[in-house]
């Protein structure tokens, strides 16, 4: 498996969200590229209406609005953006609210282990 990890970030981690917030994912893999490049797995979960990329540091972007209204920030990020000791940005992100979807190594939980330390 090539996804190391998935997290819930933002308001939605943080339980701040409103009806209009998106919804916004991390995920770590050490091949994410292949999913920055094929887009036919977003519509797994409904009818893309528009698509955009953003970079935010070394976290690569897809930013998917559904036909339905339903906004999705999915986040790829390498492997390292979960090293400890944290990143500022990192710590930034999982600080502002941090809910682990997928962990099958532990890299997320100890990702936030140390933030709590911080």
């Not at 209009?20 to 094929?38: G, K, N, W």
């Not at 972007?61 to 209204?69: C, E, F, S, V």
Request: net charge negative; charged share 25%.
């Amino acid at each position: 498996m090539n996804i190391e990890g998935v997290a819930l970030v933002g308001s939605h981690a943080s339980v701040k969200a409103s009806e209009t917030s998106d919804v916004d994912l991390i995920i770590v893999s050490s091949e994410r590229d292949q999913y920055l490049r094929t887009h036919s797995w977003l519509s797994l979960f409904g009818k893309v209406e528009s698509l955009r990329n953003e970079t935010w540091g070394d976290v690569e972007t897809l930013r998917a609005t559904y036909t339905d209204g339903l906004e999705v920030e999915y986040n790829f990020a390498a492997p390292s953006w979960a090293d400890v000791p944290v990143d500022h940005g990192t710590l930034r992100v999982v600080k502002e609210g941090f809910r682990i979807l997928l962990d099958p190594r532990g890299k997320l939980r100890a990702l936030s282990a140390a933030s709590l330390k911080e």
